[in-house]
């Protein structure tokens, strides 16, 4: 009896020592550094209470970083779910070439976002890129000298951009395995009572795909929480600091600057946004799912 | 008698609404078209620079290449390293999938099929790194590793991937084996089979779909990931295919004909394999999405 006590313990403990080794004892020993002033190296530090999390909401740099962060998080989840689901509706019926459509506009985001951030700086390119060249031959003079990644008040919208183009076939087949889940007599009903597409879209469609909109909206928020590749490829956090994310951030602060406390403390800082952020959201989903279902 | 007095005039203008039915499947072609467009001429673009000469590519930069030149993709297969790199992702992709998938279903075996008291309790323990950003723990743990001697090393790598991965496939997994009868493990038990055989025989086998779909994204996760491999892999030898590629920029910033080229050698092997495999690698991620 003792024995089938122990058994499923011998089951779980390999699974509990990688989540204890990687996630819960880093996260506490991570609160402990936020609260010194190491810097990684050297074996003398001193403990300075809060005054890393205070720098964090004090400093211009960071104000900065934050507000880019916040323009990320709104550029990139209303364009692309507005994308994802505009794309999904076209892809709901069969047709021919719908796989293919469907494999197309998914590919980039299989492919490595170094390997996206390098070829859009390509792209981009004023002397030798392709969209600056493609817009000359079409006459858009003014548009075609636009610095998209040296500009700093261009250059955040074109990492939004880019970033779209990435992962909206992402946001598009979560929603149409939330569209196709949806009852198809629902729509045979509403056509015989003659309603047209766009009646069938916004009664049936948009209400009834609510689950994968939460699933969307939660997954592309923390998602440009934690942003850090593409600007760290296409940008580098630059020009100044116009496109630098919170992640990027943590990574100069701890790694280049070697100010691991500080560091720490705002990589904390982005677990707590991104705890508040997927909190609220669930919570507002949730009673907006209940309200129509 | 509402319906029928509704039915007649849907019924009736047949070849109009065939016609606006074909109208509109042409706008759907037109759209569609041009998305898929925007999706490939990048790679398009990739793949006609790295086929020029570099002089090619300084005078007439959006033109087609002039002549056909795979001089850049032997320049590029020599100098870069790119099969070692290639290699080091393989291993690292391949050492935290076989670690989490195994650890992974272990647990989920032991919460849905062991019955025993606080299986509720550990299945919520397991999802809880999914609400932590991989930047808050990276700091604390390249520290541990530095103490440890894990730093640039594969099995540090697969040990990270394996616990990113864990909450997936213990979620996952659940959900699939709650499906499983009851019946089937317990008649097995009273045969006198141990549970360990009991998962090995009988349930993982039935786990297949869920196993493939886990490959997919996790596997997916660990090949592309490049802020981890920063931190933790600085030498040479052993790092991985991202890193190798924002190295060689590095290295050979101004001349873009070298750059696409290692990127095509990168990002190949994973076009090939989702032209095969594209079916599968789309569903997995929404079925992913849709249980995480």
Redesign the interface.
């Known amino acids: 009896m003792k024995h089938k ?1 122990i ?3 011998l ?2 403990i ?3 020592l ?2 204890l ?7 506490i ?2 609160i402990v ?1 936020s609260l010194t002033n190491w810097n ?1 190296i050297s074996r003398s530090f001193n403990f300075v209470g809060i005054k890393n999390y205070i720098e964090i909401f004090q400093t211009k740099e960071l104000q900065d970083v934050l507000k880019n962060n916040l323009i990320y998080f709104v550029e990139i989840v209303t364009v692309q779910n507005i994308l994802g689901i505009f ?1 999904a509706v ?2 709901q019926e069969k ?1 021919k ?1 719908k ?18 951030g ?3 700086n ?2 981009l ?1 004023p ?4 969209v600056p ?1 493609m817009l000359s031959t079409l006459g858009l003079e003014k548009l075609s000298k636009v610095l998209w990644l040296a500009d700093s008040k261009v250059a955040i919208h074109t990492i939004s951009l880019v970033n779209v ?1 990435q992962w909206v ?2 946001s598009m ?2 929603y ?3 569209i196709l889940s949806i009852d198809r007599s629902l729509y045979e009903a509403c ?4 309603a047209g ?1 766009g009646a069938k879209f916004w009664k049936i469609t948009l209400p009834l795909m609510a ?2 909109l939460t ?2 909206i939660i ?1 592309t928020t ?1 998602g440009t ?2 942003i ?2 593409l600007p ?2 296409m940008t580098g956090g630059g020009p100044g600091h116009a496109t630098e994310s ?2 990027i951030n ?2 100069t602060s ?2 280049v600057y070697s100010r ?1 406390g500080y ?2 403390a705002i ?2 800082a ?2 707590v946004f ?2 508040i952020v ?1 909190l609220i959201q669930l919570i507002i989903m949730r009673r907006r799912e209940d309200a129509v279902l | 008698m509402s319906s029928v007095t509704k039915a007649i005039p849907y019924q009736e203008p047949k070849e109009k609404q065939k016609s606006k039915k074909d109208a509109y499947s042409v706008v759907n072609y037109i759209i569609l078209s041009a998305f898929s467009l925007i999706a490939l001429v990048p790679f398009f673009i990739l793949v006609i620079v790295s086929l020029k000469t570099r002089s090619d590519f300084m005078k007439h930069p959006l033109s087609l290449p002039s002549t056909l030149n795979f001089q850049n993709y032997v320049t590029v297969f020599t100098r870069s390293s790119i099969v070692r790199s290639f290699l080091n992702s393989a291993v690292i992709t391949a050492g935290s999938l076989v670690l989490e998938l195994f650890v992974g279903t272990l647990a989920s075996y032991a919460i849905t099929k062991m019955n025993f008291k606080r299986a509720g309790f550990f299945a919520a323990l397991f999802l809880i790194p999914m609400i932590f950003p991989v930047q808050t723990i990276t700091i604390p743990v390249y520290v541990i590793y530095k103490n440890l001697g894990l730093l640039n090393s594969y099995i540090g790598m697969i040990i990270i991937y394996a616990a990113i991965g864990i909450p997936m496939v213990v979620f996952m997994m659940t959900s699939f084996m709650k499906t499983i009868p009851f019946q089937i493990s317990e008649s097995a038990k009273i045969d006198g089979a141990s549970h360990f055989v009991i998962y090995a025989r009988l349930i993982m086998p039935l786990m297949k779909p869920v196993i493939s779909t886990l490959t997919v994204i996790c596997g997916l996760t660990a090949w592309n990931d490049f802020y981890l491999p920063q931190i933790m892999l600085t030498k040479t030898t052993l790092k991985t295919l991202p890193l190798k590629i924002y190295d060689f920029f590095g290295q050979y910033t101004s001349d873009w004909t070298l750059i696409c080229t290692c990127i095509v050698y990168v990002i190949v092997p994973i076009i090939i394999l989702y032209c095969f495999l594209q079916r599968n690698i789309i569903d997995g991620v929404a079925a992913g999405a849709v249980k995480g």
Request: proline content about 5%; glycine content about 8%; aromatic content about 20%.
């Open positions: 006590k058994e499923p313990y089951f779980l390999p699974a509990i990688l989540v080794f990687i996630y819960l004892v880093p996260f020993f991570s550094i990684g794309l076209l892809l047709f070439g796989n293919f459509f469907r494999a197309v506009l998914f590919l980039p985001t299989v492919i490595c976002t170094v390997a996206i390098f070829i859009w390509l792209m390119d002397v030798s890129g392709f060249g183009w076939g992402q087949v979560i149409l395995a939330g056509s015989i009572d003659g597409k689950p994968s699933i969307n997954v923390i929480l934690k850090y590749d760290f490829i919170l992640a943590v990574y701890a790694f691991m560091g720490t990589s904390i982005l677990f991104v705890l997927s």
